[in-house]
Nanobody, 126 residues
Framework: QVQLVESGGGLVQAGGSLRLSCAAS????????MGWFRQAPGKEREFVAA????????YYAESVKGRFAISKDSGKNTVSLLMNSLKPEDTAVYYC???????????????????WGQGTQVTVSS
């Protein structure tokens, strides 16, 4: 059974930083992509960032480029999302996700991911 467990969410003031972590267990994700998505109240789930396990190629949503950084720790099967310069519009539940097959053209599509964590709340106050 594959499990993804997020941690690190919380309440922060605008301009502050948070680091989210996602620990994967139950299967090796070597060579397979992992990513972060978020969902704000009343909105659809949207792509935030993704990373491939073997090459470390990174993908970002335009709205977070230059502010967020995704990274991986292969030895610990952990993916992190460092979020800087947070804005109130970043408030959402953040989900870690993983997929079995890599395809660059669909890295931003939530439907292409096979495994999901339970989500962690990030709230940015103005």
């Amino acid at each position: 059974q594959v499990q993804l467990v997020e941690s690190g969410g919380g309440l922060v003031q605008a301009g502050g930083s948070l680091r989210l972590s996602c620990a994967a267990s139950g299967r090796s994700f070597s060579g397979k992509p992992m990513g972060w998505f978020r969902q704000a109240p009343g909105k659809e789930r949207e792509f935030v960032a993704a990373i491939t396990w073997s090459s470390g190629s990174k993908y970002y949503a335009e709205s977070v480029k230059g502010r967020f950084a995704i990274s991986k720790d292969s030895g610990k099967n952990t993916v992190s999302l460092l979020m800087n310069s947070l804005k109130p519009e970043d408030t959402a539940v953040y989900y870690c996700a993983a997929r079995e097959a890599f395809a660059a053209a669909t890295m931003t599509e939530s439907a292409r991911y096979d495994y999901w964590g339970q989500g962690t709340q990030v709230t940015v106050s103005s």
